[in-house]
C-alpha cells in the first residue's frame, strides 16, 4: 500500500509526467469508417488491419479489442505474428515480409498465415519444409514503387512455382499483392494499376492493392478487389497533405500530453535552448516542456511548431533537447507550472499538422515514441478534432 498522503498517479503513468493516451474506440470507429467507404454492399472487399510496429506505436495488445470487426491481421514479421495469437487473435495473418531466412519456416506454427513472397528462394525454402499448417501465398508485384517483389518478366513464372506449392499440399491459395508508390495523388494508381491488371490477366486467386490511400482515395478501385491493407487511417491519422482526418471524419487514436515544468523571464535578444537557435525579440515568458527527442519527438522540429498549453494554441521555440522543450507563453500568460500541454493527438492539434511542421510523416510520430514514454488507455470518448 502506498503512504496514506502520496499524489494520487493514474494507472499507466510514471513521476514523470510525459505519457500518451491510447484510444481504443477511435480505432474502432476508424475501422467503421474505412468498411463504409468501401460500401457493405455485396462482394464488399475483405480488410486486413495492419498492426505492424505494434500498432503503429498504440500498442497491438490495447487496440486489438477495436479491431475484432476485422477480417484479419497485417504484421511485418513472424514474431509479430505470434505475438497476436499471444494476444488472442485466432484469425488470419497476413505477414507483409513473408521469410528472411529458411529458419523461418520453423514458426509457420499456427494456422491461417498469408506469406507475402517477394523472391524465388522463399519458394524454394518452402518447398523444402513440409509443415502441419501450409500457409497462404501472396505474391508481391514490385511495381511502381520497386521496394521488393518480382518483375513483370519473373512474376508469372513465380507463379507457377507458388500453383506447383498448392498442388503438393506445401501451401494454400496463391494470391496476387500490389503496394502503389503514388496512392496518395488523384491519377497516382490508373497506371501501375493498368499495369498490374495485365501482368495477372487469366490468373487465379485473390487480390490485395489498397492501403489506406488508395482505399480512400480511390475507394471504387479498392472495392474491386479481395482484400484491403490500411493501417495509417486505422489509428486517425490523414494520409494525404491537402486533406485533415477530421474532414475525413477519422478520430485520433493517440494523444501525448506533458506538463510546463519550468518558466523563464527571458530578456530580449537572449537565446533559448542550445545553440541559442531562437532568440527573443522582446522581454517574453518561456514555458519548459518535458518532452525532448530521446522520447521520440522530432529534434528537427523548428520554431512554429505547434503546442497547446492549457487549452491555447502556441509554439515550440529553438532546438528541441534530449529531455525538454521550450514553448512560447507569450499566447497563455495564466500559465503556470503544472500546466498541461497537448504535443498531439487532441485539442484541434492533428498528430499530421505536428509532423508537417517537422519535415515528416505522422507514422514517423506515432512509430516513433520511445520505450520510455508510457501509455494508458483512455477512458471516455476520444479526443475531439
Known amino acids: 500500500m502506498p503512504p496514506v498522503n502520496a499524489p494520487?498517479?493514474?494507472?499507466?503513468?510514471?513521476?514523470?509526467?510525459?505519457?500518451?493516451r491510447i484510444h481504443p474506440d477511435a480505432v474502432a470507429h476508424n475501422l467503421a469508417r474505412l468498411r463504409a467507404a468501401l460500401s457493405a454492399g455485396r462482394g464488399a472487399p475483405r480488410l486486413w488491419a495492419t498492426v505492424k510496429a505494434d500498432a503503429y506505436?498504440?500498442?497491438?495488445?490495447?487496440?486489438?479489442?477495436?479491431?475484432?470487426?476485422?477480417?484479419?491481421?497485417?504484421?511485418l514479421h513472424?514474431?509479430?505474428?505470434?505475438a497476436c495469437r499471444r494476444f488472442g487473435w485466432q484469425g488470419p495473418i497476413l505477414v507483409y515480409g513473408g521469410l528472411y531466412s529458411p529458419a523461418d519456416t520453423l514458426l509457420l506454427?499456427?494456422?491461417?498465415?498469408?506469406l507475402v513472397i517477394t523472391h524465388a528462394a522463399q519458394l524454394a525454402w518452402l518447398a523444402q519444409a513440409p509443415l502441419a499448417h501450409p500457409p497462404a501465398i501472396w505474391l508481391r508485384f514490385a511495381g511502381d514503387i520497386h521496394h521488393t517483389g518480382f518483375s513483370a518478366d519473373a512474376y508469372r513464372n513465380a507463379f507457377g512455382i507458388a500453383s506447383e506449392l498448392c498442388r503438393r499440399?506445401?501451401?494454400?491459395e496463391v494470391g496476387h499483392l500490389n503496394h502503389y508508390a503514388r496512392a496518395d495523388e488523384p491519377d497516382g494508381v490508373d497506371d501501375a494499376d493498368a499495369v498490374f491488371r495485365r501482368l495477372i490477366d487469366g490468373l487465379p486467386g485473390p487480390v490485395s492493392t489498397s492501403n489506406s490511400a488508395a482505399l480512400l482515395k480511390h475507394a471504387t478501385r479498392a472495392a474491386g478487389t479481395q482484400w484491403v491493407r490500411p493501417g495509417l487511417a486505422l489509428y486517425g491519422a490523414s494520409p494525404f497533405a491537402d486533406t485533415s482526418a477530421e474532414a475525413l471524419d477519422l478520430r485520433p487514436a493517440m494523444s501525448l500530453h506533458s506538463q510546463v515544468v519550468g518558466i523563464q523571464r527571458v530578456n530580449a535578444g537572449a537565446g533559448v535552448g542550445y545553440g541559442g537557435a531562437f532568440a527573443a525579440p522582446d522581454v517574453m515568458d518561456v514555458g519548459i516542456v518535458t518532452c525532448g527527442y530521446?522520447?521520440?519527438?522530432?529534434?528537427?522540429?523548428?520554431?512554429?511548431?505547434?503546442?497547446?498549453?492549457d487549452g491555447v494554441r502556441t509554439r515550440l521555440l529553438g532546438r528541441v533537447s534530449m529531455d525538454m522543450m521550450a514553448v512560447d507563453l507569450g499566447p497563455v500568460p495564466h500559465a503556470c507550472i503544472g500546466a498541461p500541454v497537448t504535443l498531439w493527438g487532441a485539442g484541434g492539434l492533428a498528430v499530421e499538422e505536428v509532423a508537417a511542421s517537422a519535415g515528416t510523416i505522422a507514422a514517423d510520430l506515432l512509430t516513433g515514441l520511445s520505450a520510455r514514454v508510457p501509455a494508458q488507455l483512455a477512458r471516455g470518448a476520444?479526443?475531439?478534432h
Open 8 to 20: 494520487y498517479r493514474p494507472e499507466g503513468l510514471s513521476a514523470r509526467p510525459l505519457h500518451a
Open 57 to 75: 506505436g498504440h500498442g497491438v495488445a490495447r487496440v486489438l479489442p477495436a479491431l475484432q470487426d476485422a477480417d484479419g491481421l497485417a504484421v
Open 78 to 82: 513472424l514474431d509479430e505474428a505470434r
Open 109 to 114: 506454427d499456427s494456422p491461417d498465415l498469408h
Open 169 to 172: 499440399g506445401l501451401a494454400g
Open 294 to 309: 530521446a522520447d521520440g519527438y522530432p529534434r528537427h522540429a523548428p520554431t512554429g511548431t505547434p503546442v497547446i498549453v
Open 382 to 384: 476520444s479526443p475531439a
